[in-house]
Nanobody, 116 residues
């Protein structure tokens, strides 16, 4: 069983920055895709950013130019650097990984609150 553990969420003022991290419990598994989703209160879960192995990152239009996703494939870790945060970025952020066999894994989520 693979566990994804997120960290780095918290309360930040508008315009501030946070860096989320997600590490997979089993480094022997290699993931084709690693990324981040978020779910705001009363809304559907949405893709924030994803990075497919060997490909270029994909971002939601709402975060382009502000968020940056990166991966450490040796450590099976994915990061999300979030800058210029806005109140509308407030959500629970979930880590997601997909193996080469097509199995998807989810973390339990980390809360990001952007408020003054």
């Amino acid at each position: 069983q693979v566990q994804l553990v997120e960290s780095g969420g918290g309360l930040v003022q508008p315009g501030g920055s946070l860096r989320l991290s997600c590490v997979a419990s089993r480094t022997a598994i290699r993931f084709n895709a690693m990324g981040w989703y978020r779910q705001a209160p009363g809304k559907e879960r949405e893709l924030v950013a994803v990075m497919v192995s060997g490909g270029t990152p994909t971002y939601a239009d709402s975060v382009k130019g502000r968020f940056t996703i990166s991966r450490d494939n040796v450590r099976n870790t994915v990061y999300l650097q979030m800058n210029s945060l806005k109140p509308e970025d407030t959500a629970v952020y979930y880590c997601n990984s997909e193996s080469y066999g097509g199995i998807r894994y989810w973390g339990k989520g980390t809360l990001v609150t952007v408020s003054s």
